[in-house]
C-alpha cells in the first residue's frame, strides 16, 4: 500500500498510517516491510514540500478485521503481495543438467546468466577477455598515469563489466519477479539493505569492488569455472547452426550452449561473430555530452535553502525536454549525485566520458549524462553506420582535447550563447580539460537540441545553464547501436539452436539490473523454461 511522510515525519508512523489506511488496530499489523521509496521533490510554485512516498507490505494477524481488509483491498488502498520467485526451476528436464554452457562476458547480464544456469545444476564456464577485479585495478591505474590504453584490460572489459567503473546504480524500468532475488545477492554480498527499497537504488563503486569477489567466491562454490583473460574470436560452429566450441586466445572450449553477454564495446568479437553467420542489426542509440554542476546548486535547487541532507541525502534529477520544431528531445541519463565523470575507453584514439560515484556520494560534483536518441536519419542505413557514426564523433572529441584523453570542454553558458570559454569551472574529471567549443564539435543537430533541452532544464533546475556548470564530452555509450535478434520466447538468436544473446551489448537492455533480468530470464529459456 502507499504511504506518505512529509520529509521531517519519522518512518516509525508507518505502522500507524498503515493501520489506519486498512481500518485496524496497529495490534493487528504483524509484520511491516517497506517494498518501495521514492522522494517527491517537485515544487509547488516556488515552494520545496518535500516528501517520501513509501509502498510497504504488511502481514496480518488472524485475528485482523476481515471486513475491513476486503474493503481496503476493493478500494485499492491496498493489494495482495505478489508470490516471489527464484533462481532454481523445478521443471528442467534432468538432461539439461548433464550439459556445460559458455557464458561470454563477465558483466551483469553473464554473471546472473551464470548464477541461474548453476543453480539449477549446470555446469558453466563464464569467459571474459579482461582481467579479474584485481588486476583491473592495476590496469586502471596504469592508464590514469601513463594514459595509454590496453585494449584488453581496461574500464570497460573484465570483471563487473562496464558497470564495475560506473555508480552501481540499479533502478531501471524493467519490471520482472527475477529483481527481487538478484538484490539479495547483492544484499548477502555487502550491499546496503535499503537497496532492496530504495527508488533511486545505488550500491557505490566503492562498494561494488567488495562485493564482486564475494560473488565470484559464490559462484564458484556452485561449480561455476572462471576464464579471466581469455577473449573469444570465433565460434565453432556445426552445419546445423549449433555451436559446439568456441575458439579462444587461451584455447579450444567446447561446449552445449552458449550465453553470449559481450557488452556494446567488444565491437571486435561482433564483427567477428557477424562474418560467421550471427545476424545483426542496426538500432537507434542515445549520444550526448556529459554536464557538471556544484553538487550544492543541485541540492539547493532540488530541494531549497537549508534542506537536512543528512536525511534527504544529496538530490538528484531526471529530467525530460521533449521534441520541439527542429530540435529532438533530450534528457539526462545516468545523474551521479556527489560523483566523478572517468574516461570510459577500450580502444586506443577514441574518447568516451561517463559517470560514477562512491556510496557516500563524496565528491563536490554533480554529474550527469545530457543525451538525445540517434537513428538512420543521422546515421545512415548499413548494420555498423551507427557504430562508425559513434566511432567518428569519439575520435574527434579525442583529438579536439589534445589526443591524450584531456576531456573537451565548454561552461554551459558558453554553449548555449555560443562563444568559446576563456575560463573553466572545476571538474571531476581527473585527466585534465581542454577548453574547445563543443557547441561546433558536434553535428548543428545537436547542438541545437541539447541547447533546448539546457534552455528548458533551467526553469526547472535555477542555475543549470548559469555560470558555473560545464559541459564536457563525448557521452556515447550510454546504449549500444546494434541488436542481435532474438526469439520472442526461446530468446535464441536469429538461426541458431544453442545461442542466447542477452545484455547491453544484444540490444536487450539499458543498465545493471535490466542487464541482470536479461541474463537471468535467457538462462531459463536456454533451460526450456517458459515463462
Known sequence: MAITLAAEEPESLLRAKCAQQIGISEDEIVDLRIAHRSLDARRRGRRHELKFVF????????SAEATAVDQALKAGRARPIQESVDFVRVEIEASKRDQRFAVVGAGPAGLYAAWTLAANGVRVDLIDRGPALQDRGRALALF???????????????????????????????????????????IEAGAAPEIAFDARAHVGTDRLHRILPVLR??????????????????LGIRGDKRVVELETSSGTMPCDGVILALGHSARDTIRSFYKQGLELEAKPFQLGLRIEHPQALIDEGRFGAGADLARLGHAYYSLVAKAEGEASAVHSFCMCPGGQIVAAVAQP?????????????????????????????????????????????????????????SVPTQRVIDFVEGRASSRLGRSSYRLGSTSVRIDELLPESMTTALRAGIRKFERQLPGYSGEEGVLVGIESRSSGPIRMPRDRITRLASGFENLWPVGEGAGYAGGIMSAAIDGARSAWAALGIRE
Request: charged content about 25%; overall charge negative.
Open 144 to 186: 590514469n598515469k601513463t594514459r595509454d590504453v590496453d585494449p584488453e584490460r581496461n574500464i570497460l572489459y573484465g570483471e563487473g563489466g562496464a558497470g564495475t567503473y560506473s555508480d552501481g546504480k540499479l533502478y531501471t524500468r524493467t519490471q520482472h519477479a527475477i529483481e527481487a532475488p538478484i538484490v539479495r545477492t547483492l
Open 55 to 62: 509502498h510497504v507490505d504488511v502481514g496480518l494477524s488472524a
Open 217 to 234: 567466491a559464490r559462484l564458484e562454490e556452485m561449480g561455476v569455472r572462471f576464464h579471466f583473460d581469455t577473449r573469444v574470436d570465433a
Open 349 to 405: 584514439g577514441l574518447l568516451c566520458t561517463n559517470g560514477m560515484s562512491n556510496s557516500k556520494h563524496s565528491s563536490p560534483f554533480a554529474n550527469s549524462g545530457l543525451v538525445m536518441t540517434l537513428g538512420p536519419r543521422e546515421f545512415g542505413d548499413g548494420v555498423f553506420a551507427g557504430v562508425d557514426y559513434q566511432e567518428a564523433l569519439e575520435r574527434r572529441f579525442f583529438e579536439a582535447g589534445g589526443g591524450d584523453y
